[in-house]
């Protein structure tokens, strides 16, 4: 339809051998929900200058919530601080759990040098602000420069990041949960009040409840929920910051592919249901389907984009505000803490996350290494420069009055800094010539091969060049309707690149697609007579007609030899071959289809021109690079 957009294609039918949470969905939130936390920033600055009573009053309204006897009172801000934001931490925990147990970090190796960038960034801040502010009592703000925000940083480098950036935004995520994670622990150390031992014993004794009961796997949502709030109320009347509960409880969250009897069942249960739709066999066929899926995902497709869009956001109105006037910008420029916050972010997290990058490398000798060249951990140390949720949370646990002002004004500064220097960065880069701008963007590292049996020229279906530097391969289901609105994108791609090799590998839904497994073998028996790629189009463009008769016809359309067709479909002569593709899937991990590789990595998201497009150039550079 004309002027109607384009929409994404990222539709994709469940395979009933496994499920996976793309890390792309986390970043697209994220991204999203940083112009959601800007505007929520940009209000409280409005606000407090325009009205500033109504501003102070709102947030130190008293709010108090009580049981018989049993009462937690304090300050609205405080239930947004050390209430709401839990939330917040455990969806950082989750997340690291994720990456940790499926993501970019399971791979072990590549656990260290995140780590080590991120501590490197904090230590350096750290210092320079220790530095500046000797001899003063505001040192006890040490922990201001230490964490980078994850919506803002990420959500920036989408705006003045370079083309080639899903890599960096990966490992730029594992520094900041590092950020996080230390942030929390030195707020729970450092900045929380006296502590009462009683109580912190209890929060010790419940939490050690928590890990009995996630040892034993149970999956009992309530349960976790009411022990995390009896945890957080403990640790809350024992002088401890509350907020490390939440990242505890993520970290316990589990993430793991769906198993194949995981995913049978579910389809058997919703097969019953379907037969017979009760009440009963619908709660079965929910659970079921609940099940099918980690906890981790499900909890973070409930939590984050309540933390994303809300939690975070009203967290920034009610911490964010200070009365900008001459006054306080006089007073900033020669403010020991202003200064020492704006050049610890600006200047100390990029020296410290590119410096022990480096350190590392040249150390192991390159055998911890970025998976980005070296400008991107630059530009990616610079944006960690963005320090604003934990960076405030932080600051108002250490200052008061004008102090607290002159640290959230340079909160803001080192944000607009950090963003400049970003821009720098890439700017300058993106100015050398092509094979080095490459190199510096993309480095030398090896990307994280997903694809488990590689191609064989010898025995896969594939169009394009034999020796092609990009590959990419599909695993799809004839009657798959995802499959067949993916084909398009794919044809306009081999059509544009004359340097891309295109693999069909099988995938027949059985349990949801009765037609693909013949529909399958159809294209192997018309591959038996050398037309294999003229079946597949057919199969592809006539979904709605899968039917034995129906190969026949397109047997006969094509001129292929009947009686052989016919007799090779009878037999299953190609049911062997589909098997072998199907295990190489289960190997690989595959979901469901379409799932597309592209020179072994998995591409997640959405397969439409420019999402593909863009995945083979970032391969196609890799493979310059390593000529």
Known sequence: MTGQPTPLLS????????????LRRFLRTETASAAVLLAATLAALLWINIHPSSYENLWRTRLSIGIGGFEVSQELSLWLNNGLMTFFFFVVGLEARREFDIGELRQRRRVALPILAGLGGMVVAVAIYLAANAGRPSTHGWGVTMSTDTAFALGLLALVGPRFRERLRAFMLTVVVVDDIVALIVIATFYSGRVVLGPLVVAILVFTTVLLVAGLRVRYGPLYFALGVAAWVALFKSGVDPLVIGLAMGLLTYAYPAGRGDLQRATDLFRLFREQPTPELARSAQAGLAGAVSPNERLQQIY?????????????????????????????????????????????????????????????????????????????????GVGFTVSLLIASLAFSGPQLEEAKLGILTAALGACAVTWLVFRATMMLPRRLRIRALIGRAEPIVDLAVDVDPERDHFRGPDEAPVTLVEYGDFEC????????????????????????????????????????????????????????????????????????????????????????????????????????????????????FVNGRRHYGAYDIDALSGAVRVARARATLAR
């Open 481 to 596: 309707p995802y499959c067949g609105q993916a084909e398009p994108a794919v044809r306009e791609l081999l059509s544009g690149s004359g340097d891309v090799r295109y693999v069909w590998r099988h995938l027949p839904l059985t349990d949801v697609h009765p037609n693909a497994q013949l529909a399958a073998e159809a294209s192997e028996a018309a591959a038996r007579q050398g037309a294999f790629w003229k079946m597949h189009d057919l199969l592809l463009d006539h979904q709605d007609a899968l039917r034995p008769a129906d190969f026949i016809a397109y047997a006969n359309q094509l001129g292929l030899d009947l009686d052989r067709f016919r007799e090779d479909l009878a037999r299953h002569t190609g049911a062997v071959r589909v098997a072998e593709d199907v295990d190489s899937a289960d190997l690989s991990g595959v979901s469901g289809t379409p799932t597309f």
């Open 11 to 22: 539709g994709r039918t469940a395979w009933a051998r496994s499920l996976e949470a793309p």
């Open 304 to 384: 984050h984009p309540w933390t994303s869009y809300v939690i975070v956001p009203l967290f920034a109105l009610a911490n964010a505000g200070i009365a900008i006037n001459g006054s306080l910008l006089f007073r900033a420029m020669t403010s020991p803490i202003f200064l020492g916050i704006v050049f610890g972010y600006v200047v100390g997290k990029p020296v410290g996350i590119l410096g022990v990058s480096l350190l590392a490398t040249k150390l192991s000798r390159g055998r911890l290494r970025p998976p980005v060249g070296w400008a991107g951990v630059a530009g990616g140390g610079a944006i960690a």
